[in-house]
């Protein structure tokens, strides 16, 4: 008759490589094959996640370098609290074009700090100054405001909780003696970063 032929694993030579190889290997369950056949699967490895990536950003001001790819200017437009004979009823803040945020933030500062209540902002025939920080006052003063139209008004329990508001300092007497401090503490042509975190505002 036939004769009965049997699969013989040939036994492997244990040498110290081996014994590393089986130190370091996860163990896995051997799979039994038909024919009496042994396989060993290889080790899953689950590669390591990558990295976070962090943004880099510049601290002052309690804000970032506005940002270059929004070169639109935009201008500010007060409402003055008593208009005298032959004034316009809106006043225009900025002496350049400032980026939105920061037309925002000081119409904020000049809202909250004087007789003023509302505000407006425009775009500008021309672009925004650039390597100005982007001012974060706007980011509070939205609770404190509401919005009607174009107009940005500040709220009534709000209307005198300031020095400048229960002296009733005018819109203009305001920006007459903070336009330049404001402008120059967020301004990085002549002023060093460091120097800024102790600026007024």
């Known amino acids: 008759g036939e004769g009965i032929i049997t699969k013989v694993t040939p036994v492997q030579k244990t040498t110290p490589l081996t014994k590393l190889i089986s130190l370091t290997t996860p163990k896995t369950k051997p799979i039994l094959r038909r ?5 060993t699967p290889a080790p899953i490895v689950t590669p390591s996640p990558p990295p976070p990536f962090i943004i880099p950003f ?13 070169k639109q200017g935009f201008n500010v437009f007060v409402k003055r609290a008593r208009v005298k004979k032959g004034q316009p009823q809106f006043m225009k803040a900025n002496t350049f ?3 939105e945020r920061n037309a925002l933030s000081f119409g904020s500062r000049v809202v909250d700090n004087s007789a003023a209540r509302t505000f407006r902002v425009a775009q500008a025939k021309k672009k925004a100054r650039q390597k100005m ?3 974060n006052y ?4 939205q609770n404190k405001s509401y919005q009607r139209k174009k107009h940005i ?4 329990k709000y209307a005198i909780d300031s020095p400048g508001e229960i002296k009733q300092i005018s819109a203009e007497g305001w920006i007459a003696n903070n336009r330049k401090r404001w402008i120059r503490g ?3 042509k002549k002023i060093k970063a460091k120097k800024l975190r102790g600026a007024i505002f």
Do not use: H, Q, Y
């Open 35 to 39: 024919g009496g056949a042994i396989e």
């Open 58 to 70: 510049i601290s002052g001001m309690g804000g970032r370098i506005a940002p270059p790819v929004s």
């Open 138 to 141: 706007w980011n509070m003063f």
């Open 153 to 156: 008004i500040e709220k009534t």
């Open 97 to 99: 074009p400032l980026s």
């Open 133 to 135: 920080f982007n001012d």
């Open 186 to 188: 967020l301004t990085m």
